[in-house]
């Protein structure tokens, strides 16, 4: 469960990190 979480964690921020660099190279 606590393995399952962290997986998750990275996966958000993964996703908030794709967030950023298109809202970079849109503005």
């Known amino acids: ?10 996966e958000t921020e993964k996703k908030n990190r794709n967030r950023q660099s298109t809202f970079k190279t849109a503005a």
């Open 1 to 10: 469960m606590h393995m399952e979480r962290q997986r998750v964690q990275k």
